[in-house]
């Protein structure tokens, strides 16, 4: 199993430019969800969707979207990209049912806006 | 929301220490994660322990969910252990992940 993967890992935009940051995951879970984070804290979540075919804001939902595109793939779009979005983007799944509610993570995508 | 409070902030050892981290949050979860992030970045799952205790290795993890905190032990520290370790929790039905702010680790050999 690959796990969570996401793509691309690393990307440079300059304002006002737009991009789909992917993540899939092979593990059948039901939820998926986008954190970033910025230098020295925590992550903080974007948007997430409990289960295939609904997305719910997080946290800092403001200047992305999302779909869910299958149980598997859950994208990130940024349309009209602005230097406060320089970050790095994390993607996780869980299973959320009865087989528990641990979240495991990609390896993150690296994002500067110029 | 719910919030979590890491201590201490930063933490540094020489080899073969022992160390304990704390977690305290601030209503009643259905997640509690523990994480290290390694110098490259990655996030790494350590202890998924919404209550009790649990080891791996040299690392073991305590919950005690009436008091609302846990503890990470980390013992014969490994120039390896450096890096930032996050707790995470979780409640309601939506399985968000709220973050500390992390602990700063730094093992020196």
């Known amino acids: 199993n690959a796990g969570v993967t996401q793509t691309p890992k690393f990307q440079v935009l300059k304002t006002g430019q737009s991009m789909t940051l992917q993540c899939a995951q092979d593990?059948?879970?039901?939820?998926m969800y986008w954190y970033r984070q910025d230098p020295g804290m925590g992550l903080r979540l974007i948007y997430y969707?409990?289960?295939?075919?609904?997305?719910d804001k997080g946290e800092v939902p403001n200047g992305y979207n999302v779909s869910r595109l299958n149980k598997r793939e859950f994208s990130l779009r940024l349309e009209s990209a602005a230097p406060s979005q320089t970050s790095v983007y994390f993607c996780?799944?869980?299973?959320?049912?009865?087989?528990?509610?641990?979240?495991?993570f990609g390896p993150g995508t690296r994002l500067t806006v110029t | 929301g719910i919030q979590v409070e890491q201590s201490p902030p930063d933490l540094i050892l020489q080899e073969g220490a022992n160390s304990t981290l704390r977690c305290n949050f601030s209503?009643?979860?259905?997640?509690l994660q523990w994480f290290h992030q390694n110098p490259w970045g990655q996030l790494i799952n350590l202890f998924y322990?919404?209550?009790g205790t649990k080891q791996n290795g040299r690392l073991s993890a305590t919950t005690v969910a009436t008091e609302r905190y846990s503890l990470l032990y980390i013992s014969s520290s490994q120039t390896t252990d450096s890096g930032v370790y996050f707790c995470?929790?979780?409640?309601?039905?939506?399985?968000?992940?709220?973050f500390g702010q992390g602990t700063t680790l730094q093992v020196k050999p």
């Open positions: 996780a799944s869980s299973p959320y049912s009865r087989g528990g509610y641990e979240q495991y």
């Open positions: 593990m059948n879970h039901n939820s």
């Open positions: 969707s409990a289960s295939e075919g609904t997305t």
């Open positions: 209503d009643s979860v259905n997640n």
């Open positions: 322990i919404p209550s």
């Open positions: 995470a929790v979780s409640s309601g039905n939506t399985g968000k992940l709220i």
